[in-house]
C-alpha cells in the first residue's frame, strides 16, 4: 500500500521560504512520477511541480517557476519542494500526489496516490 506524508507547512510572512517534504512508503519508486498541487479555499486542486522519479526533470506550474525547486532523495524515497519569495497567493493546502504513470505534470485525475496536505500559509 503506497503512502505518502508530507510535512514542512506553516505560516510565513511574503518574501520568506518553506520547505515542503513528502516521505513515500509501500512501492518501488524508480518506476513511479511524483507531483505537487495545492488547493486554495473556493479553487480547484492544482498542479505545481511534478517529475518521474526516473531521470528526474522537474516541470513547474509558471507562476512558481524560478521560485520553486523539486528535488528528492532516492535512498529516503523523499521528494522536497522548496519554496522561496512566497507570495500571499501561494497560500493552500499542499498536496504530494504519486502515479504509476511516467509524467512531469498532469491532472488530478492522473495521479494515484495522495497525502493528507500540509498547510501553506503566507501573510502579506
Known amino acids: 500500500q503506497v503512502q505518502l506524508v508530507e510535512s514542512g507547512g506553516g505560516l510565513v510572512q511574503a518574501g520568506g521560504s518553506l520547505r515542503l517534504s513528502c516521505a513515500a512508503s509501500?512501492?518501488?519508486?524508480?518506476?513511479?512520477?511524483m507531483g505537487w498541487f495545492r488547493q486554495a479555499p473556493g479553487k480547484e486542486r492544482e498542479f505545481v511541480a511534478g517529475a518521474a522519479w526516473s531521470g528526474f526533470r522537474p516541470d513547474y506550474e509558471d507562476s512558481v517557476k524560478g521560485r520553486f525547486t523539486l528535488s528528492r532523495d532516492s535512498a529516503r524515497n523523499t521528494v522536497t519542494l522548496q519554496m522561496n519569495s512566497l507570495k500571499p497567493e501561494d497560500t493552500a493546502v499542499y498536496y504530494c500526489?504519486?502515479?504509476?504513470?511516467?509524467?512531469?505534470?498532469?491532472?488530478?485525475?492522473?495521479?494515484?496516490?495522495w497525502g493528507q496536505g500540509t498547510q501553506v500559509t503566507v501573510s502579506s
Open positions: 500526489a504519486a502515479t504509476r504513470t511516467y509524467r512531469s505534470r498532469g491532472y488530478p485525475g492522473q495521479y494515484d496516490y
Open positions: 509501500g512501492g518501488t519508486f524508480s518506476s513511479y512520477s
